[in-house]
């Protein structure tokens, strides 16, 4: 099946710093990719869709200025989570299709973050 | 996509089968039901789809009525590594979209 990675595994950063979040498809071009952020014991809320070579597309209420991102290949998305706080500490998961014409999402194993 | 309802938990033991039931009373015509899997500190898994009627694969069954305002998640002899939580999404089935995920059932398997 498809492969989805994320890079780190888990981060830990302290507060007002800036951390990148590597998304990648390993086995399929990917032109869309989608950002989940999931706190405990709760589900997986969307963050973003990412578009190859234009602008992501936030959901209401996610600023575009303080989780930016970049999908400048077609493997390849990073979101930045810019000037964290300690409210920003959550699980960040990324997913992509293979093609329209499937459903089926594959998930990368997800990101811990940790800002203290 | 149209919302759907879990129950929040269940337990079960090892060995037993599990159905898991999912409503979704406003579901479109082009709407499928697919269900995911999540372990803890992990991202969701793909389990199953399917449109109407019965679908099975090697890991589950899934059991849609006519009306396909519910569906079942139907785990054979479930095992320890089973404890996950259980997402119902419905959704069409073409272009590439994000998926709404809802509370999900968090399941607890016992030895």
């Known amino acids: 099946g498809a492969v989805v990675s994320q890079h780190p595994s888990w981060v830990i950063c302290k507060s007002g710093t800036s951390v990148k979040i590597e998304c990648r498809s390993l086995?399929?071009?990917?032109?869309?990719m989608f950002w989940y952020r999931q706190f405990p014991k709760q589900s997986l809320m969307l963050m973003a869709t990412s578009n190859e070579g234009s602008k992501a597309t936030y959901e209401q209420g996610v600023e575009k200025d303080k989780f930016l991102i970049n999908h400048a290949s077609l493997t390849l998305s990073t979101l930045t989570v810019t000037s964290a706080h300690p409210e920003d500490s959550s699980f960040y998961i990324c997913s992509t299709q293979r093609d329209r014409a499937s459903y089926e999402q594959y998930f990368g194993p997800g990101t811990r973050l940790t800002v203290t | 996509l149209a919302k759907t309802t879990q129950p929040i938990s269940m337990d079960s033991y090892e060995g037993q089968e599990v159905n898991i039931t999912c409503s979704h009373n406003?579901?479109?015509?082009?709407?499928?039901i697919t269900w995911y899997q999540q372990f803890p500190s992990q991202g969701p898994r793909f389990i199953i789809q399917g449109y109407k009627t019965k679908v099975t694969n090697e890991v589950a069954s899934l059991f849609i009525p006519a009306d396909r305002k519910s569906s079942t998640l139907s785990l054979p002899r479930v095992s320890l590594s089973d404890t996950a939580v259980y997402y119902c999404l419905v959704g069409g089935n073409t272009g590439r979209r994000a998926l709404t995920f809802g509370s999900g059932t968090r399941l607890q398997v016992q030895p």
């Open positions: 406003n579901i479109a015509t082009n709407d499928y």
């Open positions: 086995d399929f071009q990917a032109t869309t």
